[in-house]
C-alpha cells in the first residue's frame, strides 16, 4: 500500500545506484564531502569520529572500508592515504607528525585486538575508565606507522586474523563492529628558543554491525534473551543518541542520564558521541520497498544524531600531564596499599596505573621497535595455522584460498599445499570450530595430479557433494570442511589445461549455493515442497480455466448483441464499458501476464522458503554437534510451521504460508519449537559452553551462572493458534456472535473460540467518510470474547488470548476467568476456558479502514502452557485443587513467595554482578547500600 511521504533533512546525500546515471556519487565524493573534514580537523588537534550507521547489506562495510577492485577504496584507507600526503608536504624542521593505529572487534560484547591476536583471550580484552583518560581497552595494541603502506598491510593482516576468527567460532563479520583509531600526534618546535609543544587528536573509524529489525529476522512473538548481546552495542547506541538529542534540545539538561555502560561499543565511543569530538554519522539506507521499515528506523537515527551537541577541543600536549597525574595517582595507591584492608583491589589498580604510566612514557624509537616485535609475532602465529603471510605470490604452487561471505573477508588467507598437507585442528592447516576433527583430511599431490582423502567421521563437500572416498580434485574447485569452513583450490596451469576451458570464479554465495542444493535433495522437507509446488500449479491451472471460461462467457454476449439478426435489447450488459469491447488477443494477454506475475511471486517465495531451510539445517547441525559433545541428551530438528501473521486473511497475497522452526527434542521431556531466531541466539551460549568445557574438561559446567541453552527449563507459552473474525459484519446493523474455528501453526483445527462483534454507534458507509465534522468520522465497536473450546489438554494448562485491533498500537491481552471456570464440562481429550471479555474501541473511519472491513478481519491469538506428564486422565485431586478460591488458597501460597533484592554495578568486564551490602543493627531492612554519584547500576528483584 501506498506510504505518507516523509521527508528529513541532512547536511549531505549521496546517490550510489546506478553508475550510469549523471546524478551518482562514488566513492571520491564521499570522501571529498565527508573524509576530508574529519582530516582538517584532526589536524587541528581536534579529536574525530566516524561511523557507518543502517542495514546488513546497505554499503556500510562498502562506504568505510570499500574494494580493493579499480576506484573503490573507501573512506578508511583514503582517509589513511591523504594522512600520509598531507603530513610529506608539512614536514619541517619546525612541524613533525607520528601517526600510530590501533584496529579492534566488538563482537558479542567482547573486544579482541586484530593487530596482536595472541593478546585477546577466549574472554577478549577488558575495557576500563580512567579519570584523565577516559574509557580505554586495557592490553589493546597501539602500533607506530610511518607510511599508508605500513597501515595498509595492517590492516590486511588485521582482516585475516577478523576472518580466522569469524570462520571457526561461526560468527558473522555482519554481526561485529571494528574499530580503526588512527593517532596523530604533531610537534611544534621553535627553531629559535627550542620550545616544543605536541597536538594529539584521536580519529576513531567505525564500522558498525547491521541493524536489523526483530520482527525482520523472525523474532516475532518471542520473548529473546534479555539485552542480547548481539544486539545490544546497537539498541544501546540508539538509545545513546536519543538521551544526547533530548539533551541537547532540553534546557533542564542536567537530569539527562546517558547510559553510555550499558554496551561496550557505547562505552569506548563515548567521547565521540557526546564528548570532546567532532564526529560525522554516515546513514546507508536501501531503496527496497520490503526494506521500508529499516530504512525509516535508519533515517530517524540519524535525524535525531544530527541535533546531538558536542564540545570539541584541541588537545594541546597532553602527555606531560597525563604522565604526572598518573604518576602522583601510583605514588598514593602505594601509600594506601600499606595500611589497605582490601589490598588486591588497590593492587589491581595500581598495576593498571603502572602499565598505563609506562606505555605512555615509551619513546618514538621504543614504539616502532615495539609494532615490528608484534607483527613477527602475528606473522609467526598465522604461519603455524598454515596461512601464507605474503598472500599470492607463486603462482606455479597449489594452494587454497578462503571463500567468506563478507566481501572484504574473502579470499584473505592463502594456504599453500605442500606433496602431503594434513587438514584439521592438529594438521599442517590449523582449522578448529563445528565439525573439524583433530585429523580432519589429507591432500596429497603426485603427478600433477591432486587427490583429497576425507578421514573417518569428518564431513568433507567437494562442489557441494560430501564425499567419503578418494577424489580428484581440479582447478576452481570449492571444498568445504565441517560446517563453514569454504575454500576454493588453485592448480597451476598444465599442457593438458591449456585447451580446456577457463572455470567460473566461484565465491560464497555460489559455493553456499552448491551446498545446499545438495542438502536440500537429501532434505525430507522436499516432499512438503513438492506438494507445495504441485497443489500450486493445480490451483493456478484452475484459475485460469475459470477466468477464461468468464471471458469467453462475455465474448459470446457480446457477439449475440452485436449481431445484426438479435433484436433490440433493452439491457445493456456493456453500459459501463465505456465503449470499450473486450477482445479475445487483449484478454488472453491479461491472462498470461497475470499467470506470469503469479509465477514469479511463487518462486520468489519458494526460493526464500527454501533458503530459509538450508539455513535451518546448517543451525541445527551446529547444535546437534554441542549437544552430542557435551552429552545432552537433546537432538534438533528442522520442520515446517505457519507464523501467526500467516494464519489471518490480512496476510499479504501470493507468499507461501509455512516458514522453517526448529523442533527440540529432549528424551523423557516434551517437544518444544524454536524460532530459527531463537536458536541463533541459544547458540551463542553453546559456543561459549563448549568454550569452557574444551578449555576445562575437568570443571563442573552445570555450576556455570548460565542456564541451559539446550532446553527451555522455564515454562514457556506456546501458540495454540488463531481464530480470525471478518468484519464484513460491520456493514450490516447486526450482532455476530459465533465459534471461530482456532487454526493450529500445522493447519488443524486446535479448538474453537467464542467471539462477537457489533457496531455500537457511528456509520460505517463506503464513499460517506470525507465529512467535514469529525466526530461523523468516528464508529465505535464492541469486541466480546466469551469461551474457548475444544483445547487440546496438553497445551491447556493456562490459556490466555491477545489482539491488535485496527489503529491500536497496545496489544489487548485478554485473561481467563480466575475463580474455578478454567475447565468446564472437560473430556479427556479437550479443555474449555471461560473469558467474559468485553472491550470498546472508538475508531475513525476512513479509506483504508472501509477496504480492512471489507476483505479483513480480527485476528485473536490464542496461547496456552504445555502441562507436561498429563496422562489421558485429569487428576482430579488437582483440577479440584484449582478450582478453589484464591482467597481459600492464600494461606498456602503466603508460605511459599520468596522475594530477594540484588545491587548490582558493573565490573571491568562491563557486566552487572552483585555487591555486597552491609547489614547494621539499628536498620531494620536486609542491609544498607551506601550510594556515589555517577556511579551506574541496578537493582534486581526477583521473586
Known sequence: SQKQPKTFAFDECF???????????????????????????????????????????????????????????????????????????????????????????????????????????KHGLKVREHTVLGPYVDGLSQLAVSSYKEIDSLMVEGNKSRTVASTNMNNESSRSHAVFTVILTQTLTDVQSGVSGEKVSKMSLVDLAGSERAVKTGAVGERLKEGSNINRSLTTLGLVISKLADKASSKSNKDKFVPYRDSTLTWLLKDNLGGNSKTVMVATISPAADNYEETLSTLRYADRAKRIVNHAVVNEDPNARIIRELRAEVDALKEMLKHAAQPDVLNEKLSENEKLMKEMSLTWEEKLFKTGQTQEDRRHALEKLGVSVSGIKVESKYFLVNLNSDPSLNELLVYYLKDSTLVGRDGDIQLSGVGIQPKHCIIDIQNDRVCLVPLEGSRTCVNGVEIHEKTVLRNGDRILWGSNHFFRINCPKSSEDLNSPVPVAFDWTMAQEEVMRADLNNDPIQEAIARLEKQYEEEKQSALKKQRQEYEKHFQQLKNYMSPSTPYMPYDPFKNSNGKTPSTPTVLLKLEKWGQERDEAFKRSLSKLQEDIVRANGLVREANFFAEEMGRETRFSVTLQIPPQNLSPNRRRGAIVSEPAILVKRKDRGNQIWSIEKLNLKLIDMRELYDEVKRDPHQSIMNKSFSDPFYETTESYDLIGVANLFLNVLFHDVVLEYYAPIISQHGETAGRLKIGIQKVSGNLIPGNYESSSESANLVQLKVTIKEAVGLPPASAHFVFCQYTFWGDSDVTVVPPLVNGAEHKGETEDSATFQFENVKEFLVPVNEEFIEHCAEGALSVEIYGQQSLGLGPQWDTEKQKAKARSLADRWSELTRKLELKIEVQELNDAGEYVGVEVQPRLDVGSGGIFQLRQGQQRRIVASV
Open 15 to 121: 546517490n550510489s545506484l546506478d553508475p550510469s546515471k549523471p546524478d551518482f556519487d562514488g566513492q571520491e565524493q564521499v570522501f571529498n564531502n565527508v573524509g576530508k573534514d574529519i582530516l582538517d580537523n584532526a589536524f587541528q588537534g581536534y579529536n574525530a569520529c566516524i561511523f557507518a550507521y543502517g542495514q546488513t547489506g546497505s554499503g556500510k562495510s562498502y562506504t568505510m572500508m570499500g574494494s580493493s577492485k579499480g576506484n573503490s577504496q573507501g573512506v578508511i584507507p583514503r582517509l589513511c592515504n591523504a594522512l600520509f600526503e598531507r603530513i610529506a608536504e608539512k614536514t619541517s624542521p619546525s612541524w613533525q607528525a607520528k601517526v600510530e593505529v590501533s584496529y579492534m572487534e566488538i563482537y558479542n560484547e567482547k573486544v579482541h585486538d586484530l593487530l596482536d591476536p595472541t593478546t585477546s583471550s
